[in-house]
């Protein structure tokens, strides 16, 4: 096997968008993103925290989709090792000079990865004003930064395996009594993750996660969803999570995308970091008071686009953790406590 392009970060995700003026109204008006560029079809948004010019872009569509996630990568050369990488393994690799892909982002490669994703690798990036005390600018859920993204995909060991093979470190699972893997939590840099798998039809986009740094930001972007009459955009919390320690909210955009806004999770920098392993039976794995999970968080999703820019079919899903009989979802056994 070739080496593994040496992997950062989770660094930004381009979505598509069928309405990009009712886009900004969600990710910039309400959730307060900072806007460091746009142009007629786009826009390039960062987090208070973020150096790099952008950590999500939205780009005018016909589907609402996930375009591609992007990580970054830790030197120049690592972008080639990333072609050399994914072309060993048959996949398909386009590169993507300086100026011909993602505006901000330099040289690049793009492949479909085993899992059917659309994967950037890339090293140099241009810089964005520094905002982090530039509380003045601060607004709404006063995100500091993308934290991960959450991928559904029918063959969980399947994409453990794959991003293992990228170095990632495993901090959480969710496993059936007989060590089956429901899901997945996995990391470069060293907090919980960088990707999670959540069981389901795939390649599809679960969400992207968003960080700041206080629950009751947490609390404050979910009152004025509900101040504003939107509170049908608040698809499931506020609440605390088992996988992860983190206080959580997770909301649709006018297309469907989610997004989680999420904070205080957990270090997980030293070499031998353990995994900490859920029972799916147990109802505080997803959230820690027992809340259930409501059912189109684990059903619905984003489609995803391959390098041509079509929608990549979807294969259904080997385990279905939404039909495992647990207390908290209200699906039957209580577990008699
Ligand atoms: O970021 C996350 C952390 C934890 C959880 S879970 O619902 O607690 O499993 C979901 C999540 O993947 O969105
Ligand atoms: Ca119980
Ligand atoms: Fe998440």
Same mark, same amino acid.
């Given at each position: 096997?070739?080496?593994?392009?040496?992997?950062?970060?989770?660094?930004?995700?381009?979505?598509?968008?069928?309405?990009?003026?009712?886009?900004?109204?969600?990710? $910039? @008006?309400? =959730? &307060?993103?900072? %806007?460091?560029?746009?142009? #007629?079809? /786009?826009?390039?948004? +960062?987090?208070?925290?973020?150096?790099?010019?952008?950590?999500?872009?939205?780009?005018?569509?016909?589907?609402?989709?996930?375009?591609?996630?992007?990580?970054?990568?830790?030197?120049?050369?690592?972008?080639?090792?990333?072609?050399?990488?994914?072309?060993?393994?048959?996949?398909?690799?386009?590169?993507?000079?300086?100026?011909?892909?993602?505006?901000?982002?330099?040289?690049?490669?793009?492949? $479909? @990865?085993? =899992? &059917?994703?659309? %994967?950037?690798?890339?090293? #140099?990036? /241009?810089?964005?004003? +520094?905002?982090?005390?530039?509380?003045?600018?601060?607004?709404?859920?006063?995100?500091?930064?993308?934290?991960?993204?959450?991928?559904?995909?029918?063959?969980?060991?399947a994409a453990y395996a794959h991003y293992r093979s990228l170095g990632f470190g495993c901090s959480e699972t969710i496993e059936g009594d007989e060590h089956e893997l429901y899901a997945a939590w996995m990391y470069r840099k060293q907090t919980v993750h960088d990707v999670a798998f959540t069981g389901g039809a795939g390649p599809r986009l679960h969400h992207v996660g968003m960080a700041t740094h206080e629950s009751h930001q947490v609390l404050h972007i979910a009152d004025v969803f509900g101040s504003l009459g939107k509170e049908h955009h608040i698809e499931r919390g506020p609440g605390r999570h088992g996988v992860s320690n983190a206080f959580y909210v997770y909301l649709r955009d006018p297309d469907g995308h989610r997004v989680e806004i999420y904070t205080s999770d957990y270090y997980t920098g030293d070499p031998d970091h353990e995994t900490y392993r859920w029972n799916v039976h147990d109802d505080r794995r997803r959230d820690f008071w027992g809340n259930a999970v409501i059912e189109s968080w684990y059903k619905e999703a984003s489609p995803v686009l391959d390098?041509?820019?079509?929608?990549?079919?979807?294969?259904?899903?080997?385990?279905?953790?939404?039909?495992?009989?647990v207390g908290a979802d209200g699906l039957g056994i209580v577990d008699g406590t």
């Open positions: 096997m070739s080496t593994p392009p040496d992997v950062v970060r989770s660094a930004y995700a381009q979505l598509a968008v069928t309405d990009l003026a009712a886009a900004r109204w969600f990710w $910039v @008006d309400m =959730l &307060g993103l900072h %806007v460091q560029h746009e142009d #007629a079809d /786009a826009l390039y948004l +960062r987090g208070t925290d973020e150096l790099t010019h952008h950590s999500l872009v939205l780009r005018a569509g016909p589907v609402a989709a996930l375009d591609h996630i992007a990580y970054r990568v830790r030197a120049p050369e690592d972008v080639e090792r990333a072609g050399r990488f994914f072309a060993a393994l048959g996949r398909p690799v386009r590169r993507v000079p300086a100026g011909t892909g993602t505006h901000g982002v330099g040289d690049a490669v793009r492949v $479909v @990865d085993p =899992l &059917g994703f659309t %994967v950037e690798f890339f090293h #140099a990036i /241009a810089r964005g004003e +520094r905002l982090i005390q530039r509380y003045d600018l601060h607004r709404g859920a006063r995100i500091a930064r993308l934290d991960h993204f959450n991928v559904c995909t029918p063959d969980i060991p390098l041509d820019g079509a929608v990549q079919p979807v294969s259904e899903s080997v385990l279905d953790e939404s039909a495992v009989q």
